[in-house]
Nanobody, 121 residues
Framework: QVQLVESGGGLVQAGGSLRLSCAAS?????RGWFRQAPGTEREFIAT???????FYADSVKGRFTVSRDNTKNTVYLQMDSLKPEDTAVYYC??????????????????WGQGTQVTVSS
Protein backbone atom coordinates (compact mmCIF):
# COMPACT_ATOMS: atom_id res chain seq x y z
CA GLN A 1 0.00 0.00 0.00
CA VAL A 2 1.28 3.43 -0.98
CA GLN A 3 0.14 6.64 0.63
CA LEU A 4 0.61 9.99 -1.04
CA VAL A 5 0.56 13.42 0.56
CA GLU A 6 0.45 16.54 -1.57
CA SER A 7 1.30 20.06 -0.58
CA GLY A 8 2.05 23.44 -2.10
CA GLY A 9 -1.22 24.59 -3.58
CA GLY A 10 -2.57 28.08 -3.12
CA LEU A 11 -3.62 31.31 -4.75
CA VAL A 12 -1.36 32.98 -7.29
CA GLN A 13 -1.72 35.72 -9.87
CA ALA A 14 -1.58 34.95 -13.57
CA GLY A 15 2.01 34.71 -14.73
CA GLY A 16 3.16 33.52 -11.34
CA SER A 17 4.60 30.22 -10.17
CA LEU A 18 3.84 27.48 -7.68
CA ARG A 19 5.56 24.25 -6.76
CA LEU A 20 3.59 21.23 -5.66
CA SER A 21 5.08 18.35 -3.72
CA CYS A 22 4.01 14.73 -3.49
CA ALA A 23 5.56 12.60 -0.78
CA ALA A 24 5.08 8.83 -0.89
CA SER A 25 5.17 6.25 1.91
CA UNK A 26 6.37 3.40 -0.29
CA UNK A 27 8.40 2.61 -3.38
CA UNK A 28 6.75 3.51 -6.69
CA UNK A 29 7.70 3.07 -10.33
CA UNK A 30 6.08 6.21 -11.65
CA ARG A 31 4.30 9.22 -10.21
CA GLY A 32 1.75 11.17 -12.18
CA TRP A 33 0.10 14.54 -11.82
CA PHE A 34 -3.50 15.18 -12.79
CA ARG A 35 -5.86 18.09 -12.34
CA GLN A 36 -9.60 18.51 -12.23
CA ALA A 37 -11.55 21.72 -12.61
CA PRO A 38 -15.22 21.89 -11.56
CA GLY A 39 -17.47 20.13 -14.04
CA THR A 40 -14.60 18.59 -16.00
CA GLU A 41 -12.87 15.24 -16.23
CA ARG A 42 -9.64 14.62 -14.39
CA GLU A 43 -6.89 15.59 -16.81
CA PHE A 44 -3.40 14.10 -17.13
CA ILE A 45 -0.61 16.66 -16.78
CA ALA A 46 2.73 14.94 -16.38
CA THR A 47 4.47 11.85 -15.10
CA UNK A 48 7.94 10.88 -13.99
CA UNK A 49 9.55 7.49 -13.58
CA UNK A 50 11.97 6.48 -10.87
CA UNK A 51 14.70 6.60 -13.52
CA UNK A 52 14.00 10.32 -14.02
CA UNK A 53 12.18 9.99 -17.33
CA UNK A 54 9.41 12.52 -17.79
CA PHE A 55 6.37 12.88 -20.03
CA TYR A 56 4.03 15.85 -20.36
CA ALA A 57 0.63 16.70 -21.71
CA ASP A 58 0.79 19.19 -24.56
CA SER A 59 -1.30 21.66 -22.57
CA VAL A 60 1.49 22.21 -20.02
CA LYS A 61 4.62 21.40 -21.98
CA GLY A 62 7.14 24.21 -21.61
CA ARG A 63 5.43 25.71 -18.55
CA PHE A 64 5.34 22.84 -16.05
CA THR A 65 8.30 20.75 -14.95
CA VAL A 66 8.11 17.50 -13.03
CA SER A 67 11.08 16.30 -11.01
CA ARG A 68 11.80 13.89 -8.19
CA ASP A 69 14.11 13.43 -5.24
CA ASN A 70 14.39 9.69 -4.71
CA THR A 71 16.23 10.20 -1.41
CA LYS A 72 13.10 11.88 -0.05
CA ASN A 73 10.68 9.74 -2.08
CA THR A 74 9.12 13.01 -3.20
CA VAL A 75 8.01 14.26 -6.60
CA TYR A 76 7.60 17.92 -7.48
CA LEU A 77 5.55 19.80 -10.03
CA GLN A 78 6.98 23.22 -10.79
CA MET A 79 4.33 25.35 -12.46
CA ASP A 80 5.42 28.56 -14.19
CA SER A 81 3.61 31.14 -16.29
CA LEU A 82 0.36 30.13 -14.67
CA LYS A 83 -2.92 31.00 -16.36
CA PRO A 84 -6.44 31.31 -14.95
CA GLU A 85 -7.36 28.16 -16.87
CA ASP A 86 -4.82 26.25 -14.77
CA THR A 87 -7.16 26.66 -11.80
CA ALA A 88 -8.09 23.21 -10.55
CA VAL A 89 -7.56 20.65 -7.84
CA TYR A 90 -4.23 18.98 -8.52
CA TYR A 91 -3.72 15.32 -7.68
CA CYS A 92 -0.65 13.19 -7.37
CA UNK A 93 -0.93 9.52 -8.32
CA UNK A 94 1.41 6.55 -8.14
CA UNK A 95 1.91 3.29 -9.99
CA UNK A 96 4.12 0.37 -9.02
CA UNK A 97 4.03 -1.60 -12.29
CA UNK A 98 6.81 -0.80 -14.79
CA UNK A 99 4.62 0.58 -17.57
CA UNK A 100 5.65 3.82 -19.22
CA UNK A 101 4.22 6.34 -19.65
CA UNK A 102 0.90 6.01 -17.89
CA UNK A 103 -1.39 8.84 -18.90
CA UNK A 104 -4.76 7.31 -18.06
CA UNK A 105 -6.35 7.82 -14.69
CA UNK A 106 -7.10 4.13 -14.41
CA UNK A 107 -3.44 3.24 -14.63
CA UNK A 108 -2.73 4.66 -11.19
CA UNK A 109 -4.07 2.72 -8.20
CA UNK A 110 -2.84 5.19 -5.58
CA TRP A 111 -3.93 8.79 -5.22
CA GLY A 112 -3.30 11.75 -2.99
CA GLN A 113 -5.99 13.88 -1.44
CA GLY A 114 -5.57 16.74 -3.91
CA THR A 115 -4.48 20.33 -3.45
CA GLN A 116 -6.27 23.42 -4.75
CA VAL A 117 -4.50 25.75 -7.16
CA THR A 118 -6.24 29.00 -7.98
CA VAL A 119 -4.85 31.43 -10.54
CA SER A 120 -6.37 34.90 -10.54
CA SER A 121 -6.46 37.10 -13.61
Amino acid sequence: QVQLVESGGGLVQAGGSLRLSCAASGRTFSRGWFRQAPGTEREFIATTARSGSTFYADSVKGRFTVSRDNTKNTVYLQMDSLKPEDTAVYYCAAAIIPTWPITQRGGYPYWGQGTQVTVSS
